[in-house]
């Protein structure tokens, strides 16, 4: 089920559950909000379009949030001039969670949220007996100089074994 919502001059197609940027909107986080201009409802493939809204048809929502957007920089210039100006704006945005799609003479009724299981308490760290600290394999400590001069030696000498004298011409 689906529905197309005129929210703040914008047309959303908006589904249950889903969270959506509009532009701001007046209302604290956590304030549950409807909006009553609903263009289009489709119910399994039954759709209702309105002329120009459905008849007693809303969409529940609920504010989660007020955020800024990107920053755009506006930078205008006039050549030859010596005009130019820069301005920065943020576009304030409100993300809301759409909680349900009711038709005429429905009710939202909010569910309670499932609880959540308990976590799982961690495996305790078991201590290494001595046994098993003398079998475990002891890796080597390499030093950087050591591990990185044999490197560079070795590739010296097949630069210069790659190029080749350049033999000169002789002039008469």
Do not use: C, W
């Not at 809301?96 to 305790?124: D, N």
């Not at 760290?125 to 079998?135: F, H, M, P, S």
């Amino acid at each position: 089920m689906y529905a197309i919502v005129d929210i703040a001059g914008q047309q959303f197609k908006v589904k249950k559950d889903q969270s959506i940027f509009v532009h701001r909107l007046q209302g604290s986080e956590g304030t549950k909000i409807e909006f009553d201009n609903v263009l289009l409802i489709d119910n399994e493939g039954k759709i209702t379009v309105g002329s120009p809204a459905v008849d007693g048809a809303r969409v529940a929502a609920k504010i989660l949030s007020h955020d800024k957007g990107d920053k755009v920089i506006v930078f205008k210039k006039k050549r030859r001039k010596g005009y130019q100006k820069s301005n920065g704006h943020r576009q304030s945005f409100t993300k809301i969670l759409i909680q349900g799609i009711l038709s005429k003479g429905e009710t939202f009724v909010e569910t309670a949220a499932a609880p959540k299981k308990a976590a799982k308490p961690k495996k305790e760290v078991t201590e290494v007996t001595e046994e098993v600290a003398q079998t475990a394999p002891v890796a080597k400590k390499t030093t950087k100089k050591a591990s990185t001069a044999a490197p560079k030696a070795a590739a010296k000498p097949a630069k210069a074994a790659a190029k080749k004298p350049v033999k000169k011409k002789k002039e008469e």
